[in-house]
């Protein structure tokens, strides 16, 4: 039940964290600025504004990034498609910075919105923000946000021609994210009046890109554009005074998510400008106390990534994780979520073979089902309200799909058996809508959408010939000692059958013979082991 409730931001000193007024969604989310689960209050009803730092990936994009992408585009996509949240996502594209001075700044000032769109929200279907806004499109809103903190008394400008943030200003506010209120954020320059003061404006060297000032020529310093960019746009207030979400990697709660509380609350004159700190944990190489990451070169690229794994199983990885913790990467933790989502689409596949009665099954204990179903869907939203907590989400649903399996229990002759399709086709839609709230299609393959229709035929065909092959011949006649068995001049016929059924497992087609009928999947593991995998396990014709 959303209720509206009372409370006021602004005019608070220190660094309690003040419960928002707003809509109660009767979710709780971990704030980063209490350190502890609390309600999610939006300050609108059914609308969430949320803000993230952009990438500044130049190069190689990393798994690391990829994760941190995913990770949060799974918790929107829950907040919209689960919750009914519209959420307004504004992400800022850094394409300007020190990394990128030095690379050729007019060769690389488009490359990191390239490469987030053409890798995250193409190959890992990242629903993109509703705006991307980049900071050299946006310097004059930039220098009249940091003149704004100067006239407040927060920020000064040195003769240089830097502005720095003057961080005693704002007392014993600034350290809302604890434990790094004594850091030191910024190379000491002897021009700043506390060793923590940090740059909101830069004097730019000569050969550097650069923007008129009040102050000279230069540029602004790293925090300023989140500030600026969340807070006002085109000279109207995007999300004013008041945020509701703000996410990224925890590696920038300190100093950058520091720093832009304090500037934008400096501008706002507000106690609270953005209510929830929402942060990711990092992706390690499996044994790495260091995150992955490019300085350090301990990155697997997304291109070698891809040759081994989809997108959609690194959407099960990430799931299978809370996106607050550490996670660690190696092939048994992708071999994990592979063999996830291959269960989840076995079932469906078994349970669709069922449904068009081309699979035979003992009679099903269909209340059951009904009860399991309706007790995953409450644990699955129950899951998701606590912090978003898909690995517990995704068990209640690997939990239903074991009981669904176990249901389906093939016998060769069905003898009119009772039959319950109903409960096994909503079963199917359930799991399908749970795995479109998080993203997954398991249809998707990188196949091309054509492989579905070819398989159908082909497989109806075999099966066409195998019933054939598979024919008996007539009892023998009185007198006669020959048992009745196969036509001998059709076992080639079957053994074609075999070959191809076996021919195509390499390629991710998955047939299997039922009896006198087959069904067949199109699975989404690395080639070897799918073909393995079936030589093991469906050798049942041959023999
Ligand atoms: N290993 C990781 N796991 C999760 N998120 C990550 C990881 N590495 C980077 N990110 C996130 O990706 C975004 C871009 O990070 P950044 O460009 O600093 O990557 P990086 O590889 O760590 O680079 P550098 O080594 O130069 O710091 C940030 O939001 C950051 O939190
Ligand atoms: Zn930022």
Redesign the pocket.
């Known amino acids: 039940v959303r209720s509206r409730l009372s409370g006021s931001c602004c005019g608070v000193s220190g660094k309690t964290w003040i419960r928002p007024g707003g809509f109660d969604t009767g979710l709780k989310t971990f704030n980063s600025l209490t350190k502890q689960k609390e309600p999610l209050i939006l300050a609108r009803e059914g609308v969430a504004t949320w803000y993230?730092?952009g990438?500044?990936?130049?190069d190689h994009a990393?798994?690391?990034?990829a994760?941190?992408?995913v990770?949060f585009d799974i918790l929107q996509r829950i907040l919209t498609k689960m919750f009914g949240i519209t959420v307004i996502h504004a992400m800022v594209i850094t394409d300007i910075d020190d990394?990128i001075i030095k690379r050729s700044w007019e060769a690389h000032t488009d490359v990191t919105l390239f490469i987030y769109k053409h890798v995250f929200v193409i190959v890992f279907e990242v629903i993109p923000p509703a705006v991307y806004l980049r900071v050299t499109d946006n310097v004059h809103h930039i220098v009249a946000f940091i003149e704004r903190i100067i006239q407040n008394g927060h920020a000064y400008a040195t003769k240089e021609g830097d502005v720095f943030f003057d961080i005693r200003s704002i007392g014993d506010r600034y350290g809302k994210f604890g434990g790094a209120a004594d850091s030191q954020g910024e190379p000491w320059s002897t021009n700043k009046r506390d060793a923590r003061d940090f740059a909101l404006w830069k004097p730019s060297k000569p050969q550097e890109p650069y923007w008129e000032s009040p102050w000279g020529r230069g540029r602004p310093g790293w925090h300023i554009e989140c500030s600026t960019i969340a807070s006002c746009i085109t000279g109207h207030s995007v999300f004013g005074s008041q945020l509701d979400i703000h996410s990224?990697?925890?590696?920038?709660a300190f100093p950058h998510h520091e720093n832009e509380v304090a500037q934008s609350e400096a501008y706002h004159q507000c106690g609270q400008w953005a209510n929830y700190f929402l942060h990711?944990?990092?992706?390690?190489l499996k044994g790495s106390a260091e995150?992955?990451?490019?300085?350090?070169k301990n990155?697997i690229t997304i291109k070698d990534f891809l040759q081994s794994y989809s997108a959609n199983e690194f959407r099960m990885f990430c799931l299978l994780a809370k996106y607050r913790s550490?996670?660690d990467y190696s092939d048994s933790s992708m071999s994990q979520a592979r063999t996830s989502l291959g269960t989840i689409s076995t079932f469906i596949h078994d349970a669709q073979a069922y449904l068009k009665g081309q699979l035979q099954c003992l009679p099903v204990q269909e209340a059951f089902l009904w009860e399991r179903l309706a007790e995953t869907k409450s644990s699955v939203v129950k899951a998701l309200a606590e912090d978003f907590d898909t690995p517990r989400a995704v068990g209640a649903l690997m939990n239903m799909v074991y009981h669904g399996n176990c249901q389906l229990q093939p016998v060769s002759e069905s003898d009119g058996a009772a039959r319950s399709p109903a409960v096994f086709a909503a079963m199917i839609s359930y799991i399908r809508d749970v795995l479109d709230v998080f993203g997954i299609d398991l249809l998707h393959t990188s196949h091309g959408g054509n492989l579905e229709g070819v398989v159908e035929q082909l497989t109806r065909f075999r099966s066409e010939v195998r019933a054939f092959a598979l024919a008996r011949q007539d009892a023998p006649t009185s007198g006669s000692t020959s048992k009745p068995g196969l036509f001998k001049e059709r076992i080639p016929l079957l053994k074609a059958c075999d070959t191809l059924r076996d021919g195509l497992a390499p390629f991710g087609v998955l047939i299997k013979d039922r009896g006198a009928t087959s069904t067949w999947e199109i699975t989404q593991g690395k080639p070897s082991e799918r073909g393995q995998s079936v030589q093991n396990k469906d050798q049942e014709t041959s023999s």
Not at 55 to 58: A, F, K, L, M, Q
Not at 248 to 252: E, R, T
Not at 291 to 296: G, H, N
Request: aromatic letters at 8%; glycine letters at 12%; one cysteine or more.
């Open positions: 993230s730092c990438p500044t990936v130049y990393h798994l690391g990034h994760c941190s992408y990770r990394k990224g990697g925890i590696d920038l990711s944990g990092h992706l390690h995150k992955m990451s490019k300085s350090l990155y550490a996670v």
